[in-house]
């Protein structure tokens, strides 16, 4: 267990439509950054957020936004989902910025 | 990120020693990672080598980095059945974004 945390484990919805993934980092942790896993694409790095700011983005698409609120949990936010948008969503935390530990995922299915 | 490729999979005899190796093409690569991904799970870091250095050991896990070639593996000694996992390469430079490859499975038979 990395002690971060991912909720939910499984997101089922349908084309257009928008969902929130929620991150929770390791204690201490001030950096959060987001990955997607694909089949096409692999594992992808979309954004780093730094102790509430925008540190790092990615190819990262328009439609999705991400944020780290003062409590240092981080959302990703994704709207007008499309079939593509199907896969795992990883979260990671980190003291120092080569040390990335990551959440167990957030399971997207877009129907 | 730049290309990281790595083959996509190893069988290998329980007992044995699993050699996975990775190359990389960003030369300004400051780390070097591997990870470890069970079925269902997410991915766990295993070791990380700084580029200024060309090994490292961790009680069973040994990195090589030639970094004239770009190239980095890593060793799994005695290997095991819970060992068996997808294990990925990745890179960062100075902005830590990592990079990953494709990812190599490794099957242990007994």
């Known amino acids: 267990d990395s002690g971060v945390t991912q909720t939910p484990k499984h997101l089922i919805t349908a084309t257009g439509q928008r969902v929130t993934l929620r991150c929770s980092p390791r204690?201490?942790?001030?950096?959060v950054y987001w990955y997607q896993q694909s089949l096409d694409q692999g594992l992808q790095f979309l954004i780093q957020?730094?102790?509430?700011?925008?540190?790092a983005k990615g190819n990262i698409l328009e439609r999705f936004s991400a944020q780290q609120f003062p409590d240092l949990h981080s959302e990703l936010n994704l709207s007008s989902l499309e079939l593509g948008d199907s896969a795992l969503y990883f979260c990671?935390?980190?003291?120092?910025?080569?040390?990335?530990?990551f959440g167990p995922g957030t399971r997207l299915t877009v129907t | 990120g730049e290309d990281v490729e790595q083959s996509l999979f190893l069988s290998v005899r329980e007992g044995d020693s699993s050699v996975i190796n990775c190359t990389y093409t960003?030369?300004?690569?400051?780390?070097l990672y591997w990870y470890k991904q069970e079925p269902g799970a997410g991915l766990q870091l295993l070791t990380y080598?700084?580029?200024?250095?060309d090994m490292k050991q961790d009680q069973r896990l040994t990195v090589l980095l030639n970094k004239k070639d770009k190239h980095l593996s890593l060793r799994i000694a005695d290997t095991q059945t819970g060992d068996s996992a997808i294990y990925f390469c990745?890179?960062?430079?100075?902005?830590?974004?990592?990079?990953f490859g494709a990812g190599t499975t490794v099957t242990v038979r007994a």
């Open positions: 990671a935390s980190s003291v120092v910025p080569y040390e990335q530990y």
């Open positions: 204690s201490g942790d001030l950096s």
């Open positions: 957020y730094y102790n509430g700011e925008e540190r």
């Open positions: 960003d030369s300004s690569s400051t780390y």
């Open positions: 080598i700084f580029s200024n250095m």
């Open positions: 990745a890179e960062s430079s100075n902005d830590y974004k990592l990079s």
